[in-house]
């Protein structure tokens, strides 16, 4: 398996959870449950793709700014993360913060899907695609 599967394979993932929390209404225990697993699979998916994405590509000019990019992004998803779980889950403000949120993200994964990841193909060799998966899969079993 190459990097850029093993990547989509989570942002399907993230995809999924942020559709249902969008649907769900109220301070339930389902919507703590899937809103808790969102930000643990944000939170170890963007630890491991800069690990083992982002950072390898920083070595390559045509990819440099693309890395800072997507770094500068898990930081705004970061803080919109935290402004949910300083808010109300019951209120009207959490559902507007969880629509942001998808919006950001959506935009994130689109973005590294239909350009980033073109960049980056361009410049990994068969073999690296190959070791950066391995490497990202495991630490994402390990979380």
Known sequence: MEIFQALRKDHEKQR???KILVET???TESRREYFTELKEQLNQHAIAEERHFYSPLMDFD???EDSRHGIA???EIDELVEKLDNTDMSSSAWLHHMKSLQELVLHHLDEEEMEFFKHADKVLSEKQKDTLADEYEKEMKQA
């Open 16 to 18: 999924l959870l942020m």
């Open 25 to 27: 209404s109220g301070d």
């Open 62 to 64: 045509k990819t440099i």
């Open 73 to 75: 992004e898990h930081h």
